[in-house]
């Protein structure tokens, strides 16, 4: 349990600290007293808020707490169920009207991490996940491959290495060959990659040239899906795939990076990589025999 008192200014750090206990999965049990299900991670996830608190001049307790007479234990499991349901509706509504690939994904995201706080089961996930599924559903029929954006400007984070230099390769061969790159900030009319709530970036375990794959139907190409293997691993650093070129790419987009810090110029050098690696993974073509 998290006990707090805030200093009444500024305004935005009472509201960042609000946030951060929705994004805990904190039910209020009144005012300035907020819960979470015993665990390791809970009493965690509490004592740096109460060192955020602290350090933004407030008070913050945190105890291990049983209630002994006032509210139950199925009173305050309804109350995160409660909260767990209205996370759930919202989802469900807004995929009533999203429309793009992108927000089905970022919806995706939502909903895996609401379940993730449902500690108690709560019901409105079984309706949240049946409106997702025939959003999708809906998709799928209405078209197998997403249309490409074509002639666009694509901005994607600074500083960037395996996975953004190989998704704008991707980007530029194979989806948007007049795709023009930009670092920096998320900008209206761009089509973002590779960031926070960007169009195309990670999902799940996925990298974003595993996203843009899949998102572009390119994952029957097998010198891509080669590719894309080599990129996971690289970047995600699990180990998933082991392919034996992983080691030798991996050293190779680390001498770009070294060699210059220009964005630009690292998606230029990367591109002759990957294409020459590109053609080096397809299958070659059957030899000709001799004419007689």
């Not at 960007?198 to 139907?217: A, I, K, N, P, S």
Request: aromatic residues 8%; neutral net charge.
């Amino acid at each position: 349990m998290l006990i707090h008192q805030l200093p009444p200014k500024p305004d935005y750090f009472r509201v960042k600290i609000w946030r951060r206990l929705q994004a805990l999965g904190a039910v209020a049990i009144k005012n300035s007293v907020y819960a979470l299900p015993f665990s390791a991670q809970a009493s965690e996830d509490f004592q740096w808020l109460r060192k955020e608190i602290t350090a933004g001049g407030g008070e913050a307790s945190v105890c291990r707490a049983m209630f002994v007479d006032g509210l139950s234990d199925q009173q305050i499991e309804g109350l995160f169920r409660t909260a767990r349901d209205a996370e759930y509706a919202e989802v469900a509504r807004a995929a009533e009207t999203v429309a793009s690939a992108g927000e089905i994904a970022r919806l995706e995201r939502r909903l895996r991490e609401i379940t993730a706080l449902d500690h108690f089961g709560a019901g409105g996930r079984k309706t949240a996940e049946a409106a997702l599924a025939g959003l999708k559903g809906r998709k799928a029929n209405q078209a197998k491959r997403e249309k490409a954006p074509m002639k666009q400007t694509w901005v994607t984070r600074p500083d960037v290495h395996v996975d953004r230099i190989a998704s704008a390769w991707l980007i530029k061969r194979f989806i948007d060959p007049k795709a023009r790159f930009a670092f920096g900030a998320a900008r209206e009319g761009a089509v973002s990659f590779d960031m926070f709530d960007g169009e195309y970036t990670h999902d799940g375990d996925r990298c974003t040239f595993e996203v843009l794959l899949q998102r572009f139907g390119l994952e029957r190409d097998e010198a891509l899906r080669a590719i894309a293997e080599m990129v996971h691993d690289v970047d995600i650093k699990d180990g998933k795939f082991g392919r034996d070129e992983t080691p030798g790419f991996e050293r190779m987009i680390a001498g770009i990076v070294k060699r210059t810090a220009r964005d630009e110029v690292r998606v230029e050098r990367g591109t002759e990589l990957l294409n020459d690696l590109y053609e080096s993974l397809r299958p070659s073509p059957p030899e000709r025999s001799p004419q007689n």
